[in-house]
């Protein structure tokens, strides 16, 4: 909705493409389908491209406390009678956890060595990585494998903190990896009438083409808004540009 970070995008993208733009109470689920509520009654919804995390996504089965999700929406998709993209799970291959074996997920499936190497990752699940997670926490960014909790950088914490962040990986390590630190670019960003150094991102896309992908000329960039930033996203008050590359 409007208190989301991206409202504007998802605005503008139903208005071009032509799609209804609603929230959770927009949409009710009866007799295991899905409907639109509308000044002209109820319609039925064949297809939802979904911008909730899927946990949010339907109180009833998933998180009791959201008001952001439909109750009765997974039913309806397990009926078939509602197509949901991304299908609700799928936030799993986001999940860090998967990172330290991506190097073999590409052999396994693909008979091939993985191209762009991920930052090295140890997920705490495995008491050899855990071991070295542990004895690595200030030098390391610890993440949860979901979205429950924030990232956390061990150079940031005093010996408190540390504490307190190894009881947590002791007492549920297979909720944490520990991720190798990495140094982001910085580029100029205008601030105040003034040019000062930001730290950088840089997103890049590919298209599906053919049974191949190819790589678009250009990408997002985020700015970070202030200097001690280490997280460049948008809820962290991140900027977004578009980035194009002059053939």
Avoid at 27 to 43: F, N, Q
Avoid at 230 to 235: I, R
Wanted: proline fraction near 6%; hydrophobic fraction near 40%.
């Amino acid at each position: 909705g409007p208190h989301n970070e991206t409202y504007f995008e998802h605005a503008y993208l139903a208005s071009y493409l032509g799609y209804s733009l609603v929230q959770g109470d927009d949409l009710t689920v009866r007799g295991g389908k899905v409907w639109m509520k509308s000044l002209d009654g109820l319609k039925q919804v064949d297809i939802i491209v979904r911008r909730v995390d899927d946990t949010f996504c339907d109180p009833l089965e998933l998180r009791e406390d959201s008001h952001l999700g439909v109750p009765g929406l997974l039913q309806a998709a397990r009926l078939g009678n509602v197509i949901i993209a991304n299908p609700l799970g799928s936030s799993i291959l986001e999940s860090p956890a998967l990172m330290p074996f991506l190097p073999n997920i590409a052999k396994h499936w693909l008979g091939e060595d993985i191209l762009l190497p991920s930052a090295a990752t140890w997920w705490c699940g495995q008491k050899k990585e855990r071991d070295y997670v542990l004895a690595n926490l200030k030098s390391l960014v610890i993440k949860p494998i979901d979205r429950r909790g924030p990232s956390v950088f061990g150079s940031q914490l005093n010996d408190k903190q540390l504490l307190e962040l190894r009881d947590r990986i002791n007492h549920a390590p297979y909720r944490f990896v520990g991720q190798q630190v990495l140094s982001c670019s910085t580029a100029p960003s205008l601030r105040n009438g003034k040019l000062v150094p930001r730290r950088v991102l840089l997103r890049t896309y590919l298209t599906a083409h053919q049974g191949d992908y190819d790589v678009m000329p250009g990408g997002l960039t985020r700015v970070a808004q202030d200097e001690d930033v280490l997280f460049v996203t948008n809820q962290t008050g991140g900027l977004s540009k578009d980035t194009w590359i002059l053939a």
